[in-house]
């Protein structure tokens, strides 16, 4: 029954994105999340791929956006998305926030900020988080949401403390490096949310990861919304 619900979710996303005018360019495709095409293809697809987390990235502010505004958001996260794919050890993706505007979710392994176990940053990673403050500073008006996550060795209470204390530490240096704190919010999922199956080494080595997500903040929107052809 999962899957049926699962197949006909797509189906129903595809139609819509098959209906909809040309969505090839990144700006157009602004617009579509603004609108309420945009509704639907939040619900949808970060429903079903992101596991409903999709529909919660970053901080609703109520009321309805227009696809004018999708478009101009749109084109500044498509700019800071290829200054941040330009940072070696980064995965960068486009995802859809609360307000069904594009948003983008970076994800670092475990393994290039941290040592086994560690919350602490190794030197390794650090010049990798510095470029990516000196993105974030380009564009203040956006909210950055820190997610930390582990495999499943160890209990969950242990986990959840190193998930927290894993984002904790990202946020600690990125405001060392200029970010400011609150812009920022932090928080440990020990392994709830797996992408990978933990009962095999590589698995588990996907599990540990750090992801990041970058969101357009009130500012950024009313900027837009006012900026936007009437």
């Given at each position: 029954m999962k899957n049926l619900k699962s197949l006909t979710a797509l189906l129903l996303c595809s139609t819509i994105i098959l209906s909809s005018c040309s969505t090839t360019k990144n700006s157009t495709k602004g617009g579509l999340l603004g609108g309420?095409?945009?509704?639907?293809?939040?619900?949808?697809?970060?429903?079903?791929?992101?596991?409903?987390?999709?529909?919660?990235?970053?901080?609703?502010?109520?009321?309805?956006?227009?696809?004018?505004t999708g478009v101009i958001v749109g084109k500044k996260m498509d700019k800071q998305k290829a200054e941040l794919e330009k940072i070696q050890g980064a995965k960068v993706e486009t995802v859809t926030d609360a307000n069904n505007l594009q948003a983008i979710k970076v994800t670092f392994d475990s393994g290039i900020l941290f040592t086994t176990g560690k919350s602490e940053l190794n030197t390794s990673s650090k010049a990798a988080l510095i470029k990516f403050a000196n993105t974030l500073k380009e564009t203040p008006e956006t909210d950055i949401t820190i997610y930390g996550h582990t495999d499943n060795k160890g209990s969950h209470d242990m986990n959840f403390v190193l998930s927290n204390d894993r984002a904790?530490?990202?946020?600690?240096?990125?405001?060392?490096?200029?970010?400011?704190?609150?812009?920022?919010?932090?928080?440990?999922?020990?392994?709830?949310?797996?992408?990978?199956?933990?009962?095999?080494?590589?698995?588990?080595?996907?599990?540990?990861r750090v992801e990041i997500y970058i969101t357009a903040n009130k500012q950024m929107i009313e900027q837009a919304q006012q900026a936007a052809p009437k």
């Open positions: 309420a095409g945009g509704a639907l293809l939040g619900a949808g697809v970060g429903a079903l791929i992101g596991h409903g987390k999709g529909a919660a990235i970053g901080a609703a502010v109520g009321g309805a956006i227009g696809a004018g904790a530490s990202v946020a600690k240096y990125l405001n060392t490096n200029g970010v400011a704190n609150e812009r920022m919010k932090t928080e440990g999922k020990a392994f709830d949310e797996p992408v990978a199956d933990n009962a095999t080494e590589a698995g588990r080595t996907q599990n540990r």
